[in-house]
C-alpha cells in the first residue's frame, strides 16, 4: 500500500479522486453534527480509524516506522491535518456557520501554502499558478461576502468563524510540515501514528469542554460510517499519496 511501484497506476487519478472525496466531508459533517457534540463526534470518528488501520495494518504486516523523529514529525503533522483542522471544521458548523461557508475560508488555504511553500520548502510557484490560486482567492472572496450578508449571526462571527480560521491555518501548516518533515511513510501504519496523538488530544479536550451525548441513530451512524471509511481512510489516503509524490503548491490548488 505504499511502495510506490504499487501505487504508480493510481496516481493519475488521484487528484481527481480526492477531490470528489474530499469535498463530501463538509456535507457528513452537516448530516452528523445535530446528533453529536462535535468533538464528541470526531473522537468517536479518531478512535475508529485507529481500530481499523491498526487491523489492516496487522493483518499485512505493514512496516512501523523505528526511528523516533519519523514517528513525531508524523504525529506533528497527523495533529495539524486532522486534530487542529477538523476540530476547526466541526466547531466552526456547530456554532451555527454554515457549511459551504466553512469550506470556503478553509478554501484559502492554497494561497497561504503557495507562500509558505517557497520559504520553507524552496518551491517556485510559476506566475500561471498565482494567476489561479488569486482567481481562486477572489472568488472564495466574492462568495463568503455574500453569505456574510445574509445575516449570519453574531453567535457564528464570535465562535464559527474564529474556528474555521483556525482550521484554514492548521491544515496550511499540517500540509507544510509533512511535505518538510515527513512526506515518506507506509500508508497503513502512517495513519495509526498520525491519529493517535489527535484522540488523545481530542479525548482532552471531550472531558474538559463536553459529556460526550452522542444520539446513535440512523442518520448519525451512517454520516460517521461516511467520514470514518470515504474521508478519514480513502481521501486522507489519497492526500498523504499526493503530499508524498508532487509539491504542496499543487497539492494545495486541490482545495480550491
Not at 497527523?78 to 486534530?83: D, F, S
Not at 472564495?140 to 482550521?167: I, N, Y
Not at 446513535?216 to 454520516?223: D, H, Q, V
Not at 480513502?234 to 503530499?243: H, M, V
Request: hydrophobic share 55%; with cysteine; charged share 10%.
Amino acid at each position: 500500500m505504499s511502495s510506490p511501484g504499487r501505487l504508480a497506476p493510481i496516481l493519475p487519478f488521484a487528484p481527481l479522486l480526492f477531490v470528489l472525496l474530499w469535498s463530501t466531508g463538509f456535507i457528513g459533517a452537516r448530516y452528523g453534527m445535530p446528533h453529536a457534540e462535535p468533538l464528541s463526534f470526531l473522537l468517536t470518528r479518531y478512535l475508529l480509524v485507529i481500530g481499523l488501520m491498526t487491523t489492516l495494518a496487522l493483518a499485512t504486516k505493514a512496516p512501523w516506522p523505528r526511528d523516533g523523529r519519523q514517528i513525531f514529525h508524523i504525529g506533528v503533522s497527523g495533529l495539524l491535518v486532522h486534530g487542529f483542522y477538523l476540530g476547526g471544521v466541526f466547531v466552526a458548523i456547530s456554532h451555527g456557520l454554515p457549511a459551504g461557508v466553512t469550506a470556503l475560508v478553509v478554501g484559502l488555504q492554497p494561497v497561504f501554502t503557495a507562500c509558505g511553500a517557497g520559504w520553507l520548502l524552496g518551491e517556485k510557484v510559476a506566475p500561471r499558478q498565482w494567476l489561479g490560486l488569486v482567481l481562486g482567492l477572489v472568488g472564495t472572496a466574492l462568495v463568503v461576502s455574500g453569505k456574510f450578508g445574509t445575516g449570519l449571526g453574531g453567535g457564528v462571527m464570535d465562535g464559527g468563524l474564529p474556528a474555521a480560521l483556525v482550521a484554514l491555518v492548521a491544515i496550511t501548516a499540517g500540509t507544510l510540515y509533512q511535505k518538510r518533515f515527513c512526506p515518506h511513510f507506509d500508508l497503513r501504519t502512517g495513519s495509526v501514528l498520525q491519529f493517535v496523538p489527535t484522540a488523545v488530544v481530542t479525548a482532552i479536550a471531550v472531558l474538559l469542554f463536553e459529556d460526550y451525548r452522542i444520539d446513535w441513530s440512523p442518520p448519525f451512524l451512517f454520516a460517521l460510517g461516511w467520514l470514518v471509511l470515504v474521508l478519514s481512510v480513502g481521501a486522507i489516503s489519497l492526500l498523504n499519496l499526493l503530499i508524498r509524490s508532487g509539491s504542496a503548491v499543487n497539492v494545495a490548488s486541490l482545495f480550491y
